[in-house]
């Protein structure tokens, strides 16, 4: 897998952040006549890395939610719950996040715990079927022969099925954690920190610099975290 084009982007976007004065001659012609040029009314280099905060505050627990959901409905004792365990974790994908923003800032009010309970609940869903999805496809021949060993369950689940599982675990990650980047950019709207931040800026002044610069640094992210994903269950396999 080349990785020149990743580190490329990530060079690119690492120059933006610590001297975006360089960029100014390219976005120029994107912003309104007298208008700044780069967002200046907080640091871009903070806002990135409070989106990524910000993603990663939902996707931890989301992920831990997702797969020991996943397992428990794999094993004998928690078969009967696999329906509804579909239901909740799909909750998140049936309501826009939008919509759970709308209900959940008069209980939580604004800032940042409305979005990530929202990135949460939407990120449930991709890691808990590709959770399913991986224990289903192991091996029987090798998880029997570790039940030949005289392995306790919880060591087949540890030493065996899980390391075996984890490649395609990640893949659902990897989706989720995409959806939730691109997605945490409406957490703006009701002022949590991130990206969305410079793209509503720049929609309300007419400026398309900003909403060049907002979308960007969002989409160059979401490859990058991709690409690391991938690598890492690549090596995994």
Do not use: C
Request: no cysteine; proline share 8%.
């Amino acid at each position: 897998m080349k990785r020149w084009p990743a580190l490329v982007l990530l060079a690119a976007m690492l120059a933006f952040l610590l001297r975006p004065a360089l960029f100014v001659p390219l976005l120029a012609p994107l912003a309104p006549e007298g208008a700044p040029v780069i967002y200046d009314r907080a640091g871009l280099l903070s806002l990135t890395l409070a989106h990524l905060a910000l993603v990663a505050g939902a996707m931890v627990p989301a992920t831990l939610v997702a797969v020991a959901l996943g397992i428990f409905v794999r094993r004998p004792a928690g078969e009967a719950f696999l329906p509804l365990s579909r239901v909740v974790t799909g909750f998140g994908q049936t309501f826009p996040p939008v919509a759970v923003l709308a209900l959940t800032v008069p209980v939580l009010g604004f800032g940042t715990w409305p979005t990530l309970l929202a990135l949460f609940l939407y990120g449930l869903l991709p890691v808990f079927e590709n959770t399913l999805a991986a224990f289903s496809a192991l091996p029987p021949s090798v998880v029997e022969a570790a039940r030949g060993t005289g392995m306790t369950p919880r060591q087949r689940l540890w030493q065996v099925e899980l390391p075996l599982a984890l490649p395609l675990i990640l893949d659902g990650v990897r989706t989720a954690t995409v959806i939730s980047l691109s997605t945490a950019t409406i957490g703006s709207v009701v002022a949590a920190r991130g990206l969305g931040e410079v793209i509503i800026a720049g929609l309300t002044s007419q400026n398309l610099a900003f909403v060049a610069q907002g979308g960007v640094l969002v989409a160059v992210l979401a490859i990058l975290l991709a690409q690391g994903f991938a690598l890492l269950s690549a090596r995994l396999r």
